[in-house]
């Protein structure tokens, strides 16, 4: 089991912290996240990903027991 947690605006637009899931890659737990909080795949897939705390692209594989956690994309200046 995967926990997929949510920080940004991410947070805002579900009202969810964090979900968990049987996933063994970031994309899959981006589709399972998408399915479980109705966001899209597509903004989802924008987000910086990292897993147990160190930033990671859609096809790394996942264990049993990480943390995947999702952050919104922001600008500013």
Known sequence: ?????????????TG??????????VREGLEALAEATGLSYK???Q????????QAK???P???GDELALFSPSGGG
């Open 58 to 60: 859609l096809s790394a």
């Open 16 to 25: 969810c912290k964090a979900i968990e899931a049987e996933v063994s890659t």
């Open 1 to 13: 089991m995967v926990t997929i947690k949510l920080f940004g605006t991410l947070r805002l637009k």
């Open 62 to 64: 996942l264990q049993d």
């Open 43 to 45: 903004e989802l897939k």
């Open 47 to 54: 987000c910086i990903t990292c897993i147990n705390g160190v």
